[in-house]
């Protein structure tokens, strides 16, 4: 079936890394996507790794993928309270390529 | 500049009533999706439509009626709103085509239902 599961809430230190996981099931995963949602507004696309991919790195962003344990990972270098958002990980599906599966966001607090 | 806008951006109604939310998109897209956000920040996908033509229609009640008049807009309307309406939702662009189909969403409309 398909399911997107994440951990709701992450706390860290500001300058700190910031580690967030997401889990998925359907293997014929095409693409798999981090969105991130600032308080009151909409979602804004982080980060995308195609699932031939072992990892992509985009200035603070890392997206480390295992595909054999379908586990998608975004590491965010040096977090500062900028990054306070809710974090989103999403697949498309190779069966349905319009449709994206998001799962249930977690929910990043920086402390100082 | 903006690239998919929505309106209004809040929504206060009664039970019962009718209501439409209007999306447009200025990035010359194909598709245009709404989602629906609860209040637990789950997102679920209500409709889609690719040139005006229904490509997705997950599990929705009948009172939720999608309209494409051209490629650049997506209305949802609303018969006779319940309780459990109450949510943001939000609208979204893509070109299917494209690799990967990264989809743009607008700010959203948050929607109480009293």
């Known amino acids: 079936g398909e399911d997107v599961e994440q951990s709701l809430f992450l706390s860290v230190r500001e300058g700190d890394s910031s580690v967030i996981n997401c889990t998925y099931t359907?293997?014929?995963?095409?693409?798999l996507y981090w969105y991130k949602q600032e308080p009151g507004a909409g979602l804004q696309l982080l980060t995308y790794?195609?699932?031939?991919?072992d990892m992509k790195q985009d200035q603070r962003l890392t997206v480390l993928l295992n595909k054999k344990d379908k586990h998608l990972s975004l590491r965010i270098a040096d977090t500062q309270t900028g990054d306070s958002a809710i974090y989103f990980c999403?697949?498309?599906?190779?069966?349905?390529?319009?449709?994206?599966?998001f799962g249930s966001g977690t929910r990043l607090s920086i402390r100082p | 500049d903006t690239a998919v806008s929505q309106t209004p951006k809040y929504l206060v109604t009664q039970m019962g009533n009718d209501k439409s939310i209007k999306c447009e998109q200025n990035?010359?897209?194909?598709?245009m999706y709404w989602y629906k956000q609860d209040s637990k920040k789950f997102l679920k996908i209500m409709f889609s439509?690719?040139?005006?033509?229904?490509?997705i229609n997950e599990t929705v009640p009948n009172r939720f009626s999608p309209k494409s008049p051209d490629k650049a807009h997506l209305n949802l309307h609303i018969n006779s709103l319940e309780l459990g309406d109450s949510a943001v939702y939000f609208c979204?662009?893509?070109?299917?085509?494209?690799?990967?189909?990264?989809?743009?969403f607008g700010p959203g409309t948050r929607l109480l239902v009293l």
């Open positions: 359907d293997s014929s995963s095409t693409y």
């Open positions: 790794i195609f699932s031939n991919m």
């Open positions: 990035l010359g897209h194909d598709t």
């Open positions: 439509y690719n040139n005006k033509e229904l490509i």
């Open positions: 979204a662009s893509s070109h299917l085509e494209a690799v990967p189909e990264t989809q743009y």
């Open positions: 999403a697949e498309t599906l190779y069966s349905s390529a319009s449709k994206i599966i």
